[in-house]
């Protein structure tokens, strides 16, 4: 007898064999019998395997591959699978969108899956009342707590000072005296936001700040990570750093509430501790409220990041962009003297914001955000049943040539000439649930351009740099080097 069959008779590979046997037919009578009970009419699409689905195919590839694939395949705007242990049905396109964004707790409501809920320890989906309580003023509300940290997220005209200020710091820490060196721009890039974040959010000092370098990343590439809690896995790291960012806040709040009195300061936490009474006047305890800002610190960093990243690459790899933005920025520079910054200098960066537009067509930061269906509804002739997940792929129309012609082209004009048609652009998502801090984003990414381009250009070192593209912050991967060079001294290269 050989070493096989020697193998093959041994008890064990006996057992294993027949658990293999056992398993394989329970699960493909589960599958059977789980297709049998679907209900009629579904979308397209196969729900792969049972409990995991097609979870793997889309979290370990790239998500926007997954989807377009599947467009592909069943030639339809929906499409069905099962993905982080949900029966989920893909929406994409236009009409899709329109429905999403319409219908939030009518047809649909947001949902988050399981491993965010967990990361976080808090399920503000739950219900409308508290679905909305912290982020969006309840039904009525004026000038409550609430509201506040609504309009906290929407930036008044003195942030702009503020976000402006923290910019110049930064420049002056990390960017200045690199002349002619390569630096990595997406490092710096994330320290600019994470100050910026640490700052208006939790009211900490920059050099405070640097102590929480890299957790936001962790933390990010947790929420598109399978719920396995075991150490060493990406869930593991990022309910880990969560862990630390929330001491750090929960400290905060203790130095906060020890001062005699309470300090004026005017960051998100300041109103989180001052308004921490739910709907009900229940006191929302202190790991809650640092959940909350640990959430919405995450929110605030990646998709920013990203924008602000691959900005720099395509308008250096463009200099007639890098030009009209410079003629834009140096003109709001030399009409505003000596003063700071202000909310009618960013209203006249129109030129900017349609390059950072293009930019999220191209690299969307944050490419579709779930919901949770609420009642049997039909979608382009399908069946879309009540507890189904939906997954809202925001970005499916924005290499369509129909409405962006030419896709693969980096043409910001398209922003500044053409109105979009509706629905087709929405990097920030849309309706009652659309993303809390868009006009935030729009301020750190206009006043990084402003103050970058006014005193740098800069070369792409690797124009074919990969990206590693997830769910949310596609990352270059070799950290988008780029050769800086400060205007005065700046010599165009042959
Ligand atoms: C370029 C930057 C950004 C992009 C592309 C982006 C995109 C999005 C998207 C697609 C959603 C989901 C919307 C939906 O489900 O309909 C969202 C939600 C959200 N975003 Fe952003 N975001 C950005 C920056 C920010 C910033 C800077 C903050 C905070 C300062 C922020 C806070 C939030 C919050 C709190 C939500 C949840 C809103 C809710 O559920 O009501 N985001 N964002």
């Known amino acids: ?33 789980v297709t049998k009970s679907l209900p009629k009419n579904l979308p397209p699409g196969s729900l792969g395997w049972p409990l ?59 949902w988050l899956p399981h491993s965010q809920k967990r990361l976080f320890a808090i399920d503000y989906t739950k219900s409308h009342q508290k679905s909305l309580h912290l982020m969006r003023p309840p039904p009525g509300a004026t000038g409550t707590g609430f509201t506040r ?13 503020k976000f402006d200020s923290m910019m110049r710091w930064e420049l002056r820490e990390h960017w200045e005296g690199h002349e002619g060196e390569v630096v990595r721009a997406y490092g710096l890039v994330k320290s600019f936001v994470l100050t910026l974040s640490c700052n208006n959010l939790l009211g900490m000092e920059p050099e405070r700040s640097k102590k929480l370098t890299g957790k936001l990343d962790v933390i990010v590439n947790g929420l598109q990570s399978i ?22 806040i929960q400290l905060l709040i203790t130095e906060r509430t020890a001062e005699d009195p309470v300090p004026a300061t005017e960051d998100f936490l300041s109103l989180l501790i001052a308004g921490n009474v739910d709907q009900s006047g229940k006191v929302i305890l202190r790991s809650t409220v640092a959940n909350i800002a640990t959430g919405v610190m995450a929110a605030s ?107 693969e082209k980096f043409d910001p004009s398209r922003f500044m000439e053409n109105e979009q048609l509706p629905y087709t652009f929405q990097p920030f998502g849309g309706g009652p649930r659309m993303c809390a801090g868009k006009e935030w984003a729009r301020l750190a990414i206009l006043i990084f351009m402003h103050n970058l381009v006014t005193k740098f250009k800069w070369e792409i070192i690797n124009p074919n740099e990969k990206v590693l593209n997830g769910m949310v912050m596609p990352a270059p991967v070799e950290g988008l080097p780029i050769r800086l060079h400060t205007l005065s001294s700046f010599v165009s290269p042959n």
């Open 149 to 161: 940290l609504y309009g906290f997220l929407k930036p008044e005209a003195k942030f702009v000072e």
């Open 52 to 110: 995991i689905g097609e979870t793997f195919e889309f979290l370990s590839g790239n998500p926007e591959d997954f989807i377009q694939q599947r467009l592909e395949k069943y030639a339809t705007q929906v499409f069905k699978t099962n993905i982080l242990g949900e029966r989920t049905i893909f929406f994409s396109g236009p009409a899709a969108s329109k429905l999403i964004a319409n219908n939030e707790l009518k047809l649909v409501k947001l």
């Open 227 to 248: 719920h396995v809690n075991f150490p060493g896995t990406v869930y593991h790291r990022a309910k880990k750093a969560v862990a630390e960012l929330g001491r750090e």
């Open 301 to 407: 960093y990646g998709s920013v990041v990203t924008t602000i990243t691959h900005m720099i690459k395509f308008v250096g790899l463009r200099p007639d962009v890098y030009d009209k933005i410079y003629s834009e920025q140096s003109e709001i520079l030399t009409s505003k003297g000596g003063d700071a910054l202000n909310w009618d200098h960013i209203n006249r960066m129109k030129y900017t914001w349609a390059v950072a537009c293009e930019t999220m067509r191209i690299v969307t930061p944050f490419i579709g955000t779930f919901r949770e269906v609420l009642t049997d509804f039909n979608f382009a002739g399908y069946a879309i049943p009540k507890g189904w997940k939906i997954f809202w792929a925001v970005n499916t129309s924005n290499k369509n040539p129909e409405y962006f012609p030419e896709p």
């Open 1 to 33: 007898m050989d070493y096989q069959d020697f193998l093959l008779f041994q008890p064990y590979s006996l057992l294993l064999l027949l658990l293999v046997f056992l398993s394989s037919t329970y699960f493909l009578l589960k599958r059977h019998l």
